[in-house]
């Protein structure tokens, strides 16, 4: 599904990922881990193109680094920031519309499924985005992203910030793509929600990975618990 190979990205002259090496399956479930600052986001960018990646992104078999974000989206990759970027004057359900790419072909989501999944966004849904709390537009970016049916879907950092049970709601939202049989690269920070939804596990450190396992074989690697991840 994504081939990533020797993959290098800068921010002016500070070389933030170096050498960067990861596989995801199809339908499989990725969680990539780290401390702050070692390159997590900046990986999900250079896969989308928002950060301009050297080395090789290959999606399906196609080279796809270099290439504009919008065709690198149309080709089947969806992306959550962790800037939960909305529309905040637009309706929910409007911004829900703009994340479809064909009208004209029904995929594996539909609005109505989006705001059963979440009564929250039900309620609002024809209130203005804007006056929608965090959590709720987390999800409403998520919901937005899985209206354009994508195959892979990135999602940065879905938790930071956000109260226990929309933790909760937003793990169990993560689960069920993963049953749909969307590939998923989540870059997490809390370690309950990763292991438990991830099939293996990446840990970057300096801009590189450091390590990668099933989540099974994690649990016993307290060395790498200790060097790349607590505080």
Not at 51 to 71: C, D, M, T, W, Y
Not at 134 to 161: A, H, N, S, V, W
Request: charged content about 20%.
């Amino acid at each position: 599904m994504l081939q990533i190979t020797d993959l290098h990205a800068y921010y002016g002259k500070s070389h933030v990922l170096n050498g960067v090496e990861m596989q995801i399956m199809p339908g499989e479930v990725i969680a990539l881990l780290g401390r702050n600052g070692v390159g997590r986001s900046t990986t999900a960018k250079a896969i989308m193109g928002e950060v301009a990646p050297q080395g090789s992104i290959r999606f399906r078999g196609q080279e796809i680094a270099g290439l504009p974000n919008h065709k690198i989206a149309r080709m089947g990759l969806g992306y959550v920031p962790e800037s939960r970027d909305i529309f905040p004057t637009m309706t929910v359900r409007q911004n829900l519309m703009l994340g479809i790419k064909n009208m004209r072909k029904t995929g594996r989501w539909s609005i109505d499924q989006m705001l059963e999944m979440f009564p929250n966004l039900a309620r609002r849904a024809d209130n203005p985005a804007g006056v929608l709390s965090g959590g709720e537009k987390q999800m409403l970016t998520m919901c937005r992203t899985l209206m354009g049916d994508p195959e892979l879907i990135i999602i940065d950092e879905p938790t930071e910030g956000l109260a226990p049970l929309i933790v909760t709601q937003v793990g169990e939202m993560i689960a069920e793509i993963a049953k749909a049989g969307v590939s998923i690269l989540l870059v997490e920070q809390k370690l309950s929600i990763a292991l438990k939804i991830a099939d293996r596990v990446y840990v970057m450190g300096h801009g590189e990975i450091v390590y990668s396992g099933t989540p099974a074989e994690f649990a016993t690697r307290d060395d790498i618990r200790k060097e790349w991840l607590e505080v």
